[in-house]
């Protein structure tokens, strides 16, 4: 599976991003797809998931009623709705995929086997 993220940008605090995972080589379907995020001298930290098949999804108690993640079956793809964006949601974003992530180990990075390349968010104060 290849991952391409996109989406990415500068915006003022307050505002609004859409980032996208786009997937190809094969289907989202029976995966749990995360967004996580890393930021200059921190760690990766996961931001939100969701269980392409169940539609269960997930989030980081710091983004709860701020992010929205969602699929797009028709499209393959996971959308990540970012509002309300804060300066200190300022990192790279990265999407990952896998097949085998068990709900208790869904927010470490390394239950997941593919990535994407990672989009830059920059929200300015």
């Known amino acids: 599976v290849q991952l391409q993220a996109s989406g990415g940008g500068l915006v003022q605090a307050g505002g609004s991003l859409r980032l996208s995972c786009a997937a190809s080589?094969?289907?989202?379907?029976?995966?749990?797809v995360g967004w996580f995020r890393q930021a200059p001298g921190k760690e990766r930290e996961f931001v939100a998931g969701?269980?392409?098949?169940?539609?269960?999804?997930y989030y980081r108690d710091s983004v709860k009623g701020r992010f929205t993640i969602s699929k797009d079956v028709a499209k393959n793809t996971v959308s990540l709705q970012m509002d309300s964006l804060k300066p200190e949601d300022t990192a790279v974003y990265y999407c990952?995929?896998?097949?085998?992530?068990?709900?208790?180990?869904?927010?470490?990075?390394?239950?997941?086997?593919?990535w994407g390349q990672g989009t830059l968010v920059t929200v300015s104060s």
């Open positions: 990952a995929a896998d097949a085998n992530v068990i709900l208790s180990a869904m927010r470490r990075s390394e239950s997941y086997h593919y």
């Open positions: 080589g094969r289907t989202f379907s029976g995966y749990t």
């Open positions: 969701i269980r392409w098949s169940a539609g269960y999804t």
